[in-house]
């Protein structure tokens, strides 16, 4: 069996992506299993990159190093070799990974692959939105609230949130 392991990303959840990778190689070590990593940088170029890579670098290894010597796939090329897989497992965390970005990518071109579908994970990824989504299902969720960067008056969001909810000690 074929799986591969795609890491990395835009986000500056890079290295957790990374170690997320890692476990995932650490956890597939079988004779029956070839494991292909690709890594994103942040620059959302795609590199295929061997095992030895993916344990003995940072993000800004792999950027810096595959910025000097590597040379990205193209997105035709990049969906070719996925395509030669069994299956995709994504461990992009942030932006691309989490809000259905890789998983479009993936479910456009049939390519099958571990984790929610890309709609799934669009409605997740902000939370308070999908907190929003979940109460209108009739579902009880924990109050909550955001504060925006154009909020004019984070103080008052806050005081006005707290006057209207308690948190009691147990």
Known sequence: ???????????????????????????????????????FDHKKQVYEISRAQLYSNTPSDFDFKLGQTGQ??????FIKRLKQSDLVFPVIHGTFGEDGGIQSLLEQHDIPFI???????KRAFDKFTANE?????????????????????HGKIVRE???THRIKRA
Do not use: W
Not at 6 to 15: A, F, Q, T, W
Not at 72 to 77: A, G, H, I, Y
């Open 1 to 39: 069996m074929r799986i591969s392991v795609i890491c990395g990303g835009p986000s500056l959840e890079r290295g957790i992506s990374l170690n997320s990778a890692r476990s995932v190689l650490d956890h597939l070590q079988d004779e029956q299993i070839e494991i292909v990593p690709f890594y």
């Open 72 to 77: 990205p796939l193209t997105k035709d090329q």
């Open 115 to 121: 984790g929610s579908p890309a709609e799934a994970c």
């Open 133 to 153: 989504f979940i109460r209108a299902q009739g579902f009880f969720t924990l109050p909550s609230t955001v504060l925006k960067i154009y909020h004019r008056d």
């Open 161 to 163: 949130f707290f006057a």
